[in-house]
């Protein structure tokens, strides 16, 4: 391990693992990137004094992102519970007992096919640029992808000029993965053990958040979806203190669970 990098090899390929190991008695802090990005995504976030002071950060690229290897099983991995999986085996590795997680993007889609997995251990989920979905009615309704940039990102073979557009306008955006899972809406409509926050940017180009706010959210956060204005797709990297703020509020909480 050097300087908290360390890699792990797993059913799912060789994973590139951050984790600050603070020793506490709080929830450690797993953070989960999207499709084609990685964990550097969150470098405010692992580099605020706040949070390296109170809870454990943990975040890893997936497999194919970053410096993480590609899946010697790509049909078994490359799916929201394939992720789910490994993330689960991660924090089992890593002996956590209890933890809170921000997914982004997929990394969200990711975090609540974890609820099920985890259950009392992930104490709360954090998500942002995400829409609970299943089936193509409920991604239609959940995501807008009459937008460019979202129908690129949905393509399997892109030109070197649709590559270029993506990178320049994305920073890291992120598609609704395709494969089978979990009925994510349901499963944040009906489990009473998690507490889940939504944050996005009220400016958010690939997500519909009208959608988001027709959720009968079992538990959610604040009692509402939170936009923040002026932002996009990534408010934590867009606005990082901003967006610290309201996730150390959310972190407090989770501790008095």
């Known amino acids: ?24 008695d ?4 797993l953070l989960i990137h999207g499709n084609s990005s990685c964990s550097d995504i969150f470098k405010y976030i692992l580099s605020d004094p706040v949070f390296l ?6 975040t890893f690229d997936l497999p194919g992102h970053g410096a993480s290897s590609d899946s010697p099983v790509p049909k078994r991995t490359y799916t929201q519970r394939g992720y789910a999986d490994l993330a689960v085996e ?4 890593l002996s956590i007992s209890k933890v809170v997680v921000l997914g982004w993007s997929l990394g969200g889609h990711i975090g609540i096919e974890m609820i099920p997995l985890l259950g009392g251990l992930l104490k709360g989920l954090m998500i942002t640029g995400t829409p609970p979905s299943l089936g193509l009615e409920q ?3 959940g995501f807008r992808f009459k937008n460019i940039h979202m129908g690129i990102a949905a393509k399997k073979d892109l030109s070197e000029e649709e590559v270029a557009l993506f990178a320049r306008n994305t920073a890291g955006e992120t598609a609704f993965a395709a494969g089978k899972g979990i ?7 009906e489990e009473e053990g998690t507490v889940v926050a939504v944050v996005n940017g009220a400016e958010e ?12 959210w079992k538990r959610l956060w604040k009692g509402k979806c939170i936009r923040m204005e002026g932002l996009g797709h990534a408010p934590f990297w867009e606005k990082p203190k901003e967006f610290a703020g309201i996730l150390a509020d ?4 989770c501790e008095k669970l």
């Open 53 to 58: 002071s109170s809870w454990r950060l943990i």
């Open 1 to 24: 391990m050097l300087d908290g990098h360390f890699t792990l090899q797993t059913e799912h390929g060789l994973i590139c693992i951050q984790d600050t190991d603070l020793k506490n």
């Open 205 to 216: 180009p690939f997500v519909n958040l009208d959608y988001l706010d027709q959720i009968q």
């Open 90 to 93: 991660i924090l089992s590795h």
């Open 250 to 253: 959310f972190m407090r909480d």
């Open 139 to 141: 991604t239609d309704e």
């Open 183 to 189: 009925d994510q809406r349901k499963v944040v409509e």
């Open 26 to 29: 709080a929830p450690a802090l």
